[in-house]
């Protein structure tokens, strides 16, 4: 996830390095690793970019200082995902020819088959971006006589994965070409005068409130107070709809939702359809790292721990060895003296700057031989320079400090590295194996479809839990993982005290705290440890407990025993059973976000926590 944001004018008196500016800052949530701007006077790209966050930058080069007859502005704020944060891979990219500036928010899939054609044609690139290989595929096409929209209209065909992209030519100051396939991009308008493009509405909100929204495969030509729509596909001139926009900047910063929190639980099946985005070549790495290793452990904090449990259990299915989990707070503490030569540790940290994971794998690595494979959601950031490889779960920044949309992406990207490995061991199927790859890329629709149907429930459960201050969420097998997860939410911004914990070893001591209507949350699903969780409802239900439980839609035997049910519309396979830590989980962030709300909390401002833990 980045921001992009342009505009052209034809006003005079405006000072547009400060438009632009404020502009792209309203956009630093989306990303904030660096940032640049390309003016165009006189036939020329001026460029200024730099690593960092944008007041950083301000300071050093001041990004406002633009030609005063400038019209004509792109600007980007990055979240890097190709690329470490640094000065040559922010944008705008250009051309080999500088005369053509692009700015990219998405993930082009194809960008080393592309940039290997182009180096063999002699272009020349200056960044490790995916983004830079756009330019130069525009100058291709315009070297071959199509006019500028037509050499962007066929650059983009080339290119496959998802992009917003805005570009400028040196030689045409009078128009900005933008194009949208799955990344947002939206297009503000003051009639006859000032256009903008911009990946949300509130980076042109204090300007215009006259919007147009693109949809997949729509390009548009901007030119000063004026905009045309084309399909992309077939090239044809498009109509498409004015709207006049009623929120506030703070609500459209949070994509008219109240809270970060609520907007990343919403953005949980984008961000897990880019992480099926991952390339398969680096989840063989991963795969056959783990395959030859003698010692695997895993180790993160907090929900990336649950995120651990989760995933250590799917990788152990196809892996035929034990993964031992360890809290990268414990983690010297238990290995000192036993960690061994052709160890693996895989590190887990959606910040990539929690102190005791970083000190952990340092150590690690300095104690002996051992390889990391670290998952994040940050390039770039400290783990990753303690990392042998790295995979980034393309989530895009999370600013609600309760993990909930990261948490998706890296059990999924476990997930992922599974089946890779269940792939190259060949100890299922070819059959099963599409069957695994049918119920992961199914996951993004049975969130939305959850969402769209479910929160009505969770309000009612909500109202009727309100004065409760003590929970159990119980669960066996992988769910322990999500219960545990589901836990610490409902804990954090909500301030009840959870005790998540296996169904099975609530019976050795918390059950004595068992009254009548204490609540107790059955994570359900149908697999192999079912029909022994269903023992365990009957337990506590004796006991006067109120059971809520999270079962699939056509589950019978749990449904009967409890007070209410929450339902995910997932069959009842085992494929989807081993993916349900992912699709059980927006059910029970839901539930800790509106309990939050019930008891007057900010969900996105916990108390007494940060997003990043960078003291021990
Ligand atoms: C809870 C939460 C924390 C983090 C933990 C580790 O919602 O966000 O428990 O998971 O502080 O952070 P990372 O993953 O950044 O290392």
Known sequence: MCGIFGIITNQDNISLGKVVLEGIKRLEYRGYDSCGIVALSNSELHVKKDSGKIDEIQKKINLADIPNNSKLALAHTRWATHGAPTRKNSHPHLDCSNKIAVVHNGIIENFLELRKMLTEKGHLFESDTDTEVIPHLIEIKMKEGLNFKDSVVEALKLLTGAYAVAVCHADYPDSIIVARKESPLVIGIIEGKSTYCASDIPAFLPLTRKCYIMDDDELAILKAGEVEFFDLISNERIEKELRTIEWSIDAAEKGGYEHFMLKEIYEEPIAIRNTLKISEELLRVFANILLSAENIYITAAGTSYHAALAGKFIISKFLGKHIQDIECSELETQLKGNLQKNSVIIAISQSGETIDIIEAIKW??????????????????????????????????????????????QVLTLALIAVSIAKIRKIISDEEIIKYYEALTGIPNIIEKFLEKNVDLIKYIVNNLEKNMNYFFLARGISIATAKEGGLKLKEVACRFIEGYSAASAKHGPISLVREGF??????????????????????????????????????????????TIRIPQPADKYYNLFSPITFMPALQLLAYYSALAHDLDPDKPLNLSKTVTVH
């Open 364 to 409: 690690a690595k300095k104690a002996k031989s051992v390889k990391i494979l670290t998952i994040t959601n940050v390039v770039g950031s400290s783990i990753t320079r303690s990392s042998d490889h790295v995979i980034v779960t393309n989530a895009g920044p999370e600013i609600g400090v309760a993990a909930t949309k990261t948490y998706s992406t």
């Open 519 to 564: 609540p107790i949350i059955f994570i359900a699903p149908p697999d192999e440890t079912y029909n022994r969780l269903v023992g365990n409802v009957m337990e506590f239900k004796s006991r006067g407990g109120r059971i809520i439980s999270v079962v699939v839609e056509s589950d019978e035997k749990i449904t009967k025993l409890s007070d209410i």
